[in-house]
């Protein structure tokens, strides 16, 4: 079978075992000796200091081989910025799957440290003790609970309503609402609205809140807060035509106003969203 590009340099470079890396790419023989070259390239560059091939690197490997590749990263003393790419590639492109690819890595704590590893740094302003919520549906609280993704809120808006968000008037709705360590968080997913958070393990202790007009009224006040915060100066504006979430607001607002000249009703099942909630992620 062929192999991919044999690694001839010195095997430690600045500190980190780069030759660990390049076996362990060279040998991932399930991929075609194409894309485990590319990924050598990939690698080369990424350690050169080049911050966009290291995403480059994690989307010739696919978020399976990439969550492997992590834990060779954290062993060959990988530079942080090089792990907080690769954490976030998986993260972000295997976002329903994360859960099991978490389990097959070794669990929750495992990825904590290598989250830690890389030194995200998370929202500023955070307190010692931080108020983090979660929105589901049909699935029960102790389920929800076990959730890696969780909301911190934002400037101008708590926790509870992005989760409430993220939630809905669909059937069935749920948020439990918890208060962690902030050394609990381990990862920050930048470019979302609310913040959120991935928690080291699951709270010991938290709140569900299952009824549906509260949950709606915290649904709603984030859209208005969303349409203001994105007027705010560096940040993209509102645009509800181009954007899902955006969208999603304008309907809320565009509900709440027409309550409020009263034409429309008092149901929160006029919140319904789509089903873009996972339960266990």
């Not at 990263?73 to 942080?80: D, I, R, S, T, Y």
């Not at 907080?84 to 590639?89: F, L, P, T, V």
């Not at 470019?191 to 699951?202: A, F, K, M, R, T």
Request: with cysteine.
């Amino acid at each position: 079978m062929a192999k991919a590009l044999a690694y001839d340099g010195p095997p430690i470079v600045k500190g980190v075992r780069v030759k660990k890396i390049y076996d362990h790419i060279a040998g991932l023989d399930a991929l075609p000796i194409g894309q485990r070259q590319s990924a050598q390239i990939g690698l080369k560059w990424a350690l050169d200091g080049r911050e966009e091939a290291a995403g480059s690197l994690m989307d010739y490997l696919g978020a399976e081989h990439a969550i492997g590749l992590i834990g060779v990263l954290v062993e060959a003393n990988a530079p942080p910025s090089l792990l907080q790419e690769a954490i976030g590639s998986v993260v972000r492109h295997a976002h329903k799957r994360l859960p099991s690819l978490i389990v097959r890595i070794g669990g929750r704590q495992v990825f904590a440290t290598w989250c830690r590893k890389a030194q995200f740094e998370m929202p500023t302003g955070l307190p010692e003790v931080v108020t983090v919520a979660r929105g589901t549906h049909e699935v029960p609280h102790d389920v929800n609970a076990q959730g890696l993704h969780w909301s911190v809120g934002s400037p101008g808006s708590d926790a509870f309503d992005g989760a409430a968000f993220y939630a809905g008037g669909m059937p069935n709705a749920l948020v439990v609402v918890a208060k962690v360590p902030r050394n609990a968080l381990t990862y920050f997913l930048p470019g979302s609205l609310p913040y959120e958070v991935l928690l080291d393990d699951v709270p010991p202790t938290y709140d569900v809140v299952t009824d549906p007009v509260v949950i709606a009224e915290g649904a709603l006040r984030f859209a208005y807060h969303r349409r203001t915060s994105s007027v705010q100066p560096r940040k993209r504006p509102f645009d509800p035509s181009a954007n899902a979430f955006d969208r999603l607001a304008a309907r809320l607002i565009a509900w709440d106003e027409a309550r409020q000249r009263g034409g429309a009703g008092d149901d929160p099942g006029l919140y319904q969203m789509p089903d873009w909630s996972v339960a266990g992620s």
